[in-house]
């Protein structure tokens, strides 16, 4: 009759616990016994990532052979998958039960290193690699593609070449301070064009070319019905209020003059609140969500101002939305074109400029880039003296004025 046996967990195991097979990856070894087997574990405990790694050496006479569960030599099996090895004890027939682990035995030779990159892997980048894969076992479209690809870049080094010899010719025949003003010119004008409102330059009616509804579409401006009701409705003394405290001096002033019923003073209304939160966030550091709850401003009013004139900074473990220098100059631009609508193609500079906390000649500047005409009305024919015969205004003209751009360089002092 046949003995039978019986199984047996091992229970809770620790790292050392586990069992080992091991596998020779030049074939089986005939003779066992002359195998001597040591292993070794990581000495740093604390890392978690390096405490469960184990070396296995295996010596004979003739060659010694090593494995481990971790690099590019370890078999990826252990971590895909558990295995578990039996061991029997014939005494008492029981079969214990044991996790085990699996390491790729792989032949050493004394003076040979396998561990370093080969010597092409240093000057050889990621793409290069990639290509070379692509050449042996891509397929005829991924080869058509790498042709391609560097049938462009052949190019594009050729298009290098001549253009800095076409360079080196005009720095030649021009000369570099030359160059350098035309330089400093152009990028000037670029950096305003990049602030300013859509402007259609071919428009046969000046409210065309600096669209409304570029400046507030119909949603939004819907949505500023319930905020520019309370608008309109400001006393007397709560206009003279905001004009002190907040410095809104062209909102009280579109306020003061707006029309007494009709959509025109609707209109009026819902723009003036809209400028005043537009001035408030040009005077703001770091802004947060909570912007314009106080004032009941709508979410979708809130978003389209933290889209168009914010920047997203990374401070402090935090994405903070900024107000830059190029932001105050765009929010300059269309605050400009948005009173422009409001008051019949023409605003107050000087208001503006007053509002903004920006240098008179940065609001006239931005003036002439987007083709106003500029206006400073007499001191003998005003009626009140004062500040208002300074004030200087801008409107809108078809054709748009063409200003030249005019960069005066400051003199140096001698020193005596």
């Known amino acids: 009759m046949a003995a039978s046996c019986s199984l047996v967990c091992c229970g809770e195991e620790r790292e050392d616990d586990k069992a080992v097979i091991v596998r020779f990856s030049n074939g089986c070894v005939r003779n066992t016994d002359n195998l ?25 006479d003739r060659l010694s052979y090593v494995g481990n569960n971790f690099g590019t030599g370890s078999m990826k099996c252990n971590n895909l998958c558990k295995y578990y090895v039996g061991v029997l004890n014939k005494k008492t027939m029981q079969m214990e039960v044991h996790t085990a682990q699996l390491f790729n035995m792989q032949p050493v030779i004394p003076g040979e290193t396998t561990d370093g990159p080969k010597p092409q892997e240093f000057t050889q980048t990621y793409r290069e690699k990639v290509d070379s894969l692509i050449e042996a076992f891509g397929t005829n479209k991924q080869k058509k593609a790498l042709n391609s690809r560097r049938l462009n870049q052949v190019g594009s080094d050729t298009l290098q070449q001549t253009v800095a010899k076409a360079a080196s010719t005009v720095i030649n025949q021009k000369g570099l301070d030359a160059l350098q003003q035309e330089v400093i010119e152009t990028e000037s004008q670029g950096e305003l064009a990049l602030h300013l409102p859509p402007c259609n330059a071919e428009a046969d009616k000046p409210e065309n070319v600096y669209q409304f509804d570029d400046l507030l579409s119909p949603v939004e401006f819907a949505a500023l019905e319930q905020v520019g009701s309370k608008m309109a409705a400001l006393t007397p003394e709560e206009l003279e209020k905001m004009r002190n405290e907040a410095g809104c001096l062209c909102v009280v002033e579109q306020l003061q003059k707006m029309p007494t019923e009709g959509e025109g003073r609707d209109k009026v209304a819902r723009c003036a609140f809209y400028l005043s939160m537009l001035l408030k966030l040009l005077k ?19 978003n389209k101002m933290f ?11 935090r994405v903070l939305n900024t107000v830059s220098t190029s932001m ?34 940065r609001m006239i500047e931005v003036a002439k880039s987007m083709g106003l005409t500029l206006i400073k009305p007499s001191r003998g024919k005003a009626e009140n003296t004062g500040l208002q015969d300074e004030h200087k205004k801008a409107c809108l003209v078809l054709p748009l004025v063409k200003y030249d751009q005019f960069m005066e360089r400051r003199k140096r002092k001698k020193m005596r």
Do not use: W
């Open 36 to 60: 001597n087997f040591s292993m070794y574990k990581s000495s740093d405990e604390n890392n978690p990532r390096k405490k469960a790694r184990r070396i296995l050496v295996a010596e004979t």
């Open 307 to 317: 889209k168009t004139f914010t920047v997203e900074t990374f401070r402090n473990g």
């Open 284 to 302: 703001q550091r770091n802004l947060t969500r909570k912007f314009g709850e106080e004032e009941d401003c709508p979410r979708i009013i809130q």
């Open 328 to 361: 105050r100059t765009k929010i300059a631009a269309y605050s400009l074109a948005l009173l422009l609508h409001l008051d019949n193609m023409t605003a107050d500079l000087t208001l503006l400029h007053r509002d903004l906390g920006i240098p008179e000649p």
